[in-house]
């Protein structure tokens, strides 16, 4: 959801300040790892790199992907099915090659870290999530909401409050099998939503969350404020 330059700016400061005070502390332990819902009932997808891919299954290599190269993933009654051939298990994991750096390519749509597949319940569609550090899922997600040409302390703030909202809900979703979703909790472009002015706010900012009484605030920014912040 891209917001207009006022009420974001609303936003943030009504969550940094008026529910904090102003205090921003940084996050103590060891980096989550977040996953993403990118869909929860997805037919089918395509998986492409450009630095090359391996699929898992239960540890072991099932398929390797070169540079390039395209596949098609999806759901069946026999399992998941790669290139309209049944695998005959419900889930898998796709990989980065050694030395890729361009990201693993699904729909078209270019994310770091992993991607998990797994079939429903039903078995006629696929949970896609992609699972990374959260520094790395921020920058596919303050990259989403706002413009990079906007003021570098702006950015900054953004990277704050996304930091702390995902944080805050990071337990909520879970049973799931994620912990948040690409579009219904914050807009989530992967590394096409990247941009080195906004990569370069969220890392001036890494591990930084804004609290109240020591747990991460819920901190809620939007697209449209009716009228109301203008």
Same mark, same amino acid.
């Given at each position: ?7 974001? $700016? ?29 869909? @929860? ?20 290599? $099932?398929?390797? @992907? ?39 390519? @699904?729909?078209?749509? +270019? ?19 992609? +699972? ?18 906007? &003021? ?44 080195? +002015? ?14 109240? +009484?020591?747990? &991460? ?14």
């Amino acid at each position: 959801m891209k917001m207009s330059k006022l009420t974001v $700016m609303f936003a943030v400061v009504t969550a940094l300040v008026g529910v904090t005070g102003g205090t921003v502390v940084a996050a103590a332990g060891e980096e989550p790892v977040i996953g993403v819902a990118l869909s @929860v009932n997805q037919p089918n997808l395509i998986v492409a790199s450009d630095g090359g891919i391996t699929v898992f299954a239960s540890g072991k290599k $099932m398929l390797s @992907v070169t540079a390039g190269q395209r596949v098609t993933v999806s759901a069946g009654q026999d399992g998941i099915a790669i290139g309209g051939r049944g695998t005959g298990v419900d889930k898998l994991r796709i990989t980065p090659d050694k030395g890729n750096d361009s990201g693993i390519v @699904v729909n078209k749509k +270019r994310y770091r870290g992993i991607i998990d597949v797994s079939l429903n319940a039903d078995r006629r569609g696929l949970l896609v999530v992609n +699972r990374l550090p959260l520094e790395q899922y921020l920058y596919g997600v303050v990259g989403a909401e706002i413009s990079p040409d906007w &003021p570098q302390e702006a950015i900054k703030a953004q990277a704050v409050a996304a930091r702390s909202y995902t944080m805050a809900k990071l337990a909520e979703k879970r049973y799931k099998g994620y912990d948040l979703n690409a579009t219904s909790d914050q807009a989530y472009n992967g590394m096409n939503g990247e941009d080195r +002015r906004i990569n370069d706010g969220v890392d001036a900012t890494r591990g930084v969350v804004a609290t109240c +009484r020591g747990k &991460p605030i819920s901190a809620f920014f939007f697209a449209s404020g009716g009228g109301y912040t203008e």
